[in-house]
């Protein structure tokens, strides 16, 4: 029984002594053991359970106090002669640390923008709550049909499981009494809108009830944005006055630097201030539909059960105003967290950016892994001196990876650096994808995973350059001794690894080539008009001046008329958008449905929905859009003549495949109104380069009065006339706002920067793993001739020709390299469907990719490898005999 | 460095190295009497763990102030599991500098009249 406690006992102590370092356990563990059998023996003897209890305590907690200054001694130590061995080998210690501050900048810039766009909540209060409400009537195609004012009241009441439901539609103003007027986007907004999302303002107050009373005093709040952009964070701002469709508005604060959606606007303003969502027409309208809906989530209420709770309600709305419904348009709601609808757009992209930045970290890795182990070839006999001299072999692995850690720390800190300086950048690119690109920031996440990623690759290329030396360190001792043993093992492990950094080159190369490939059948692609030397000026009339269609149709007629008067202007138009337009494909184009005469729907079937375009009537010529049959508009078309429309290609094709559409009449709701087809045009990319060109109506803006665009075809670059320009459209109308002046190249330019960003930041990606992948390949077989040094002079001195000695030395670095791009094929073909959905006209298994890549990189390889065989082929036989 | 100054630069020295060091001034001793040792002489007010007397006399034996003695004591009391360990002429000399440390310090308090009792002057 005593024994039984005794070594029960004793096991426990020893357990306590692990708590020390290797050496120290082998120099006094024993010892140790002994003194405290002592100690307890005497105890029993003297003091009983108490002075047991009592030695207990004060052992395991001298052993806890020792231990760490015992380990912090070794880390000195440790660190002391890592610092030294680097300070010695200046080179290898450059270039790993180069490698690491690359792999790691990589990943910690990547991580950044993932950590802040899909990792962190929303910057609101409770973001998990707040869900995004979306009206649907696929039948239509209308994927968002927005909501009308009768029908938020009904959901509003109606629901059960949100504690606020709000409202938000986006307009364009004109803003007066600040220099020139201003168009500002603007956000119209229920009352607890901010309330809801949470967001205090940073000065002044938000929306309250009153604001939204009939006939309150109009007020507006400033996002943060246009408060420092615009007024230059004048902090006096609030209770300041601005003429906004004919009535003085009162800012009464300003929003914090948040995320905005869907859009970002410049300002607020309550519902009642907007003169359309405040019009009867509005208000009693079921069916104008042109809101969004955010909601907030009751406490323990999930996504699904509002998204139930939202379809319950649409189906009872159904039910109750058929007329509204029409069955054939398939009407439903549900709804998303707000947190999914922000970042689904951003999510592939970035996965993928991630992914490749891992690559390239591994890659880095391995690389510096193979440099430590040619280094280790050289410093073998160091560490079988410090074997022999009584370093145990745990002890030196924690050598090894004390002096990777370091290493891997300093390019750790190094590729934070680089990460905080290309973080301008990649906010620029993310907000191409999300609105929350703003958020992002190098933040306490971020160092974390920094630090990590450190640690991890230390342990990664520590653990393989320590794994291979093997057991048998002592055999560095023995004479000549470089080419046996370890050094055979290390070999192997060597090309394990270069044929894995090959691997991984090759999938990133891959990557990298199928979306240049896509970006070149994007550039390629004929977009149906001619970008070159084409002016688009934003305008926006004063609503409150040009209330009448004859109104606005008169002021475009006269501003017309003076912009084609301007010299070095070849043919002006004025539109209500235009290809690839920025705010276009953030807003999303404007849609009509149509029914065609005489073509009756089948029962069930959708009525079709065109893309509509308000065009003056050298549109067409002023873009380069072709006329393919008909006419184009002209000055007959006006409010009292037969109204007309234009149609494209693609809507003939669809709906007039074996007929002349010229002359046929199309009508918009049900028979009420009929238009005249009068021509057909060419198909337009309008959303996007790599989006097929929709079906789309063209109306005149004679008769449609929606003049939101000055389009100027120039003989000279359109940027200079620019200004010119600007000045006619106030010389016929002081009132007009003026913005986003931009030529129709930029435009273009301009709708390729994510997929533009994404080819070049995988690029980069794929160079810096081409690099260190070639330069460790080469690196690999210079090592390996220059160990085998002599047996290329016996062979030699046999008779072997250097053009011999050349192919074997290139042959074995190309088995290296084939089998690399063999393996990296397979992953290839495994990983690429990930890019399938920023392809455009590009399978992800394009085969002259894949085909191009890997000839590409064996090539590179074949070179790499030419240097060490021809320098092998060189060999002198006598001389080679007598080396080591 | 001057010898003198060498073993000053390991002062002062914690209690319980310097109670170590005491402990081997008249010849080498094992761990466990060693601990014995300082809790006789400190009448029990200086207790030592195990972890912390291995923790100092491995900082001892690397700083070259103790060695572990190749003299053991007759075969009979022997005990080969334990070792033995003797001062090195170092750890003597650090030993010495620290008591007259203490010596010069204790002097300083008499001349202060640390130790008379608070009166009136």
Redesign the interface.
């Given at each position: 029984m005593a024994k039984e406690k005794r070594s029960a006992s004793e096991r426990f102590f020893k357990v306590l002594v692990r708590v020390f370092p290797f050496d120290f356990q082998t120099n006094y563990a024993g010892e140790m053991a002994g003194v405290f059998r002592e100690q307890r023996r005497e105890a029993e003897e003297s003091g009983g359970v108490s002075a047991t209890v009592k030695l207990w305590a004060e052992t395991i907690a001298g052993i806890f106090r020792v231990a760490p200054r015992e380990h912090w001694e070794i880390l000195k130590q440790d660190c002391a002669y890592a610092l030294r061995m680097m300070a010695k080998n200046r080179g290898f210690t450059l270039i790993a640390i180069l490698t690491l501050t690359l792999g790691i900048g990589a990943n910690t810039a990547i991580f950044s923008v993932v950590h802040s766009v899909l990792l962190s909540p929303l910057p609101y209060r409770d973001g998990q709550q707040l869900i995004f409400i979306r009206q649907q009537a696929p039948k239509i195609g209308q994927d968002d049909a927005g909501f009308s004012v009768p029908e938020i009241n009904d959901y509003r009441s109606q629901n059960h499981t949100l504690s606020s439901l709000v409202e938000y539609h986006a307009m364009s103003f004109t803003l007066f009494g600040h220099g020139d007027p201003e168009r500002v986007r603007t956000g119209v907004v229920s009352w607890n809108y901010f309330d809801t999302f949470g967001v205090q303002p940073i000065l002044g107050r938000t929306f309250q009830p009153s604001d939204e009373k009939m006939g309150a005093p109009a007020v507006l709040l400033l996002s943060y944005e246009y408060w420092k952009s615009s007024f230059h964070g004048d902090r006096t701002i609030v209770g300041k006055t601005f003429e906004m469709n004919d009535k003085p508005h009162t800012v009464i604060g300003v929003l914090p630097p948040v995320p905005q959606y869907p859009v970002e606007n410049d300002v607020y303003m309550p519902t009642v201030a907007c003169p359309f969502r405040s019009s009867k027409d509005h208000i009693e309208n079921r069916d104008m539909r042109m809101m969004e809906v955010f909601g907030r989530l009751k406490p323990d209420v999930s996504v699904a059960q509002a998204a139930a709770d939202m379809a319950t309600i649409s189906g009872r709305l159904q039910r109750e105003y058929p007329k509204s419904y029409p069955a054939e348009a398939g009407f439903g709601t549900g709804a998303s967290s707000l947190r999914e609808e922000l970042t689904h757009g951003a999510r592939p992209t970035l996965i993928v950016l991630l992914a490749a930045a891992g690559f390239v970290l591994l890659i880095a890795c391995a690389n510096v892994a193979n440099l430590t182990l040619a280094r280790m070839a050289r410093r073998e006999r160091e560490l079988a001196v410090r074997t022999a001299l009584g370093a145990g072999r745990s002890r030196l692995l924690r050598q090894l990876l004390t002096e990777s850690f370091i290493l891997a720390l300093i390019g750790g800190a190094a590729g934070l650096l680089l990460a905080y300086d290309s973080l301008g950048l990649l906010v620029e690119f993310a907000a191409k994808l999300t609105p929350r690109a703003h958020e992002i920031r190098i933040d306490m996440g971020v160092l974390l995973f920094t630090l990590a990623a450190a640690f991890g690759v230390s342990i990664i290329f520590g653990t393989l350059s320590a794994a291979s030396t093997g057991g048998d360190v002592s055999s560095g001792l023995k004479e000549g001794s470089a080419g046996a043993g370890s050094g055979r093992r290390r070999n192997l492990v060597r090309s394990v690894l270069i044929v894995a950094q090959i691997a991984f080159s090759f999938i990133l190369l891959i990557g990298a080539g199928l979306m240049l490939r896509s970006l070149y059948h994007m550039l390629q692609v004929n977009p149906g008009y001619v970008p070159q030397r084409v002016l688009a000026i934003r305008l926006t009339f004063n609503w409150s001046k040009h209330k009448t269609g004859e109104e606005i149709a008169l002021g475009a007629k006269q501003l017309l008329d003076r912009a084609q008067t301007e010299p070095g202007v070849n043919s002006v138009a004025i539109s209500s958008t235009y290809p690839l337009e920025p705010e276009l494909l953030s807003y999303g184009q404007s849609t009509t449905t149509f029914q065609v005469e005489g073509h009756p729907l089948a029962t069930g079937a959708e009525t079709p929905t065109a893309n509509h375009v308000s065009a003056s009537p050298d549109y067409f010529k002023t873009l380069g859009i072709p006329l393919l049959r008909g006419r184009v508009f002209d000055d007959r078309d006006d409010q009292k003549s037969l109204q007309v429309v234009i149609i494209n290609d693609a809507l003939r094709r669809r709906y007039f495949a074996n007929e002349d559409p010229v002359g046929k009449r199309i009508t918009p709701n049900d028979g009420k109104d009929w238009y005249t087809i009068v021509g057909v045009v060419g198909d337009v990319r309008e959303m996007g380069l790599d989006h097929t060109p929709a079906i789309e109506v063209y109306s005149p803006v004679s008769q449609s009065a929606d003049a939101r665009v000055l389009l100027a075809r120039t003989i000279v670059d359109p940027r200079i006339l620019a200004t010119r320009l600007g000045k006619a459209v106030h010389d016929v109308d002081p009132q007009i706002a003026i913005s986003h002046v931009i030529s129709l190249e930029e435009a273009r330019h301009e709708s390729l920067t994510a997929p533009r960003l994404t080819a070049s930041l995988l690029g980069l990606f794929a160079a810096l793993a081409l690099l260190i992948a070639v330069a460790g390949i080469g690196g690999i077989m210079a090592l390996s001739v220059s160990q085998r040094i002599r047996e290329i002079g016996i062979r030699m001195t046999l008779g072997a020709q250097p053009s011999g000695i050349l192919r074997m030395i290139v042959g074995q670095g190309l088995v290296l390299a084939v089998l690399g791009v063999g393996i990296g094929f397979i992953g290839a073909l495994a990983l690429t469907r990930l890019l399938k959905s920023l392809l455009f006209e590009v399978a992800p298994t394009d085969a002259v990719t894949f085909v191009s890549v890997a000839g590409m990189l064996i090539a590179a390889a074949l070179i790499a490898c030419l240097v060490p065989a021809r320098r092998a082929a060189s060999i002198d036989p006598t001389v080679a005999l007598r080396s080591e | 460095m001057t010898k003198n100054k060498e073993s000053e630069s390991y002062l002062p020295l914690t209690p319980a190295m310097f109670h170590i060091l005491l402990a081997m001034a008249d010849g080498e001793k094992?761990?466990?009497a060693i601990?014995k040792e300082v809790s006789r002489r400190t009448d029990g007010k200086v207790?030592?763990?195990?972890?912390?007397?291995?923790?100092n006399?491995?900082r001892l034996e690397s700083s070259g102030m103790i060695v572990e003695s190749n003299r053991r004591p007759e075969f009979e009391l022997d005990?080969e599991?334990?070792?033995y360990y003797r001062l090195t002429d170092l750890g003597r000399e650090v030993a010495v500098a620290e008591a007259r440390r203490m010596e010069e310090a204790v002097a300083q308090a008499y001349a202060k009249r640390l130790f008379r009792k608070p009166g009136i002057a």
């Open positions: - | 094992h761990g466990y601990l207790q030592l763990s195990a972890g912390t007397l291995y923790g006399l491995a005990d599991r334990r070792r």
